[in-house]
């Protein structure tokens, strides 16, 4: 697999080989788009994340070029993700329609997938100009490759391995934090972002430093995508139950409205403990002493 840092190559190289390979995929399904476009802008916006978090792993010796370059990602993600977001809301309806144990409760949120895929569509059909968005990303992508390029690092196998330590014990900080929030009484949506955000980090960083302890950063990087992916679920269902209360007019009167949010309530409080449970154990260690192993596994491996 490409998305990995070598402990035995130059920090700058890694960087650049690995970046670029991101972005030239990214590139390479928006142009090609075997599965047609919008299933090329999922697969491309998930490729910059894997960029993204590339640089705020490298950020603290890379703060400026972190900044613009997150920032240039970020917004040109941005300007892909409207449609996406309604495949999201279908993908939510097929889940609480699979979990559902009711023969009735299943009917109605087959019903109400297909209110979801309508709408999709016509959001669908209304953003006139998707194709101009994928060529600009298609540039943007161009410019970040000469971007990351450009930088040096200036990072020895001593001086990375700080560099990995400190991010490692940052992100570990905020996460913690994060879980912290989300475990009290009265816990903001927000703060269930946050963690899915550092728990996205947490998945990426053991892929990209996996060649230091092969089984156990494994064992760790599925850990986090499980958690990453209930976190994901739990949000989505926050989405779709602000959408059935902005636009009441999709379930056309009838009660499917009602027992959709039934089952959100219900199935959320579910995906609410399961996500924590799954974070208790993904962030058990605490960050300091986490981050110094990386350090020792990383001057070991690069050795």
């Not at 959709?260 to 399961?274: C, F, G, K, M």
């Amino acid at each position: 697999m490409s998305y990995r840092i070598r402990p035995d190559r130059a920090l700058d190289s890694e960087v650049h080989r690995v970046a670029a390979r991101q972005l030239g995929k990214a590139m390479a399904v928006l142009q090609d788009r075997p599965q047609g476009l919008h299933e090329a802008v999922h697969a491309a916006r998930k490729s910059i994340k894997r960029v993204r978090a590339l640089y705020r792993l490298i950020s603290p010796v890379a703060r400026e070029f972190h900044q613009q370059e997150n920032a240039r990602l970020r917004d040109m993600a941005r300007s892909l993700s409207s449609v996406r977001d309604a495949t999201a809301l279908i993908e939510a309806g097929h889940y609480l329609q699979e979990t559902a144990t009711l023969d009735d409760e299943r009917q109605v949120l087959f019903r109400v997938t297909n209110v979801l895929t309508a709408r999709r569509d016509r959001l669908s059909e209304a953003e006139s100009d998707l194709e101009d968005k994928a060529q600009a990303a298609i540039s943007t992508c161009n410019e970040a490759i000469r971007a990351v390029g450009d930088i040096s690092l200036g990072c020895g196998k001593r001086d990375t391995a700080r560099l990995l330590e400190k991010s490692w014990r940052r992100n570990g900080r905020k996460a913690m934090e994060a879980f912290h929030q989300c475990r009290g009484g009265d816990a903001h949506l927000e703060s269930f972002h946050d963690l899915r955000k550092r728990s996205q980090d947490c998945w990426m960083n053991h892929m990209l430093l996996r060649d230091v302890w092969p089984a156990a950063m494994h064992a760790k990087q599925l850990e986090a995508k499980a958690l990453v992916d209930v976190l994901g679920r739990y949000l989505d269902l926050s989405i779709l139950s602000d959408v059935a209360d902005r636009e009441p007019q999709l379930f056309d009167g009838n009660d499917d409205r009602a027992r959709l949010l039934e089952a959100i309530i219900s199935r959320q409080q579910a995906d609410r403990d399961e996500a924590l449970s799954r974070a208790h154990r993904v962030f058990a260690d605490k960050p300091e002493r986490e981050a110094r192993t990386i350090r020792h596994l990383w001057l070991e491996a690069a050795d």
